[in-house]
């Protein structure tokens, strides 16, 4: 329902214009808001009149007019004045507060609608009976961004969202949950994933800029009818929790980009165990310190080569070997061989998300 102050905007800004005192009543003859003290006006008279079946009425100076939706009475406007123009100020007023009325019911309409279709929660029907209802357009490419912030400020980022972004470029803000902020983001035919990254990007440091909040942003693949936007936001969402678990120094997270990370997170949990359980046996490495995990992931970026490992981290090559026999004899494999290599960064990958399944369970 559209607020009082809504309203007391709309008749103040009429009230500078045309001189005219308006009041605006609930249909049990209380003040909603008003221009002008009117205690002439009695709660009697407000309720008798809006159980007529009058569209207006004039007493005194007073004239009485009916605000509705739909055939619904909402409201009863009372204009004051003895200029001739005070009626049609009053029609002017009512015509204006209706259409407010239907704006603000729409946009309620239109969140709950978005809100229903990325949880799944209409019918196929339905999808495109009440899109045509609220005007949003079936046929266009879209993907869904979520924006996940470290504080509790999900009000400024959802603020900061819509002035970013505009329902008049058919770009639409919504929630779901309390952890993250969702933009449904309509896009051109042809638009490529860098498009997509320079979104999220701008998003980011958008949001760090100018509210110096610490943000995460995924977002799901380009779907082109709404009935699918709920695919996008799925994708996003497994985007951002793959994220934290593998790519947790990442800021932007794709779902197209997760990689080997997609795949371990659907992966049944006792499955994974079983895994770990194969490769370690009883020594699962729980923790490994920040030097042997800036050895073993900078020996994976330079492709195994000991040479160039060592010399990037600035060590002696016996020293970067020491360290890998050390690993083998702890854990049984040697990452200097492809297979061991592999097996290695994908047993550590899982370990990880063992460790965020046990915390989540708490």
Known sequence: MISSQIIQNSIDELKSITKVDLCVYDIGGSPVAG?????DVSSNLISGFAASPADSQVIGAHHLLKILDEGELLYILVARGLSEDVYMVGKIAVCQLQNL??????RFDRNNFFQNLLLDNLLLVDIYNRAKKLHVEDSVPRAVFLVETKTEKDNIVSEMLKEMFSPQ???YITAVDERSII??????EGQTPEHLEKIANTILDMLNAEAML???VAYGTVVHELKDVSKSYKEAKMAL???KIFYSEKNVIAYNTLGIGRLIYQLPVNLCRIFIQEIFGDNIPEELDDEMLGTINKFFENNLNVSETSRQLFVHRNTLVYRIEKLQKSTGLDIRTFDDALTFKIALMVVNYMKYIDSSEF
């Open 214 to 216: 610490s943000v995460k």
């Open 169 to 171: 470029g058919g770009d």
């Open 241 to 243: 929790d793959v994220g």
């Open 101 to 106: 009325i239907i704006a603000y019911k729409e």
């Open 35 to 39: 221009t002008a003290d009117m205690t």
């Open 183 to 188: 933009l449904i983001k309509s896009l051109e």
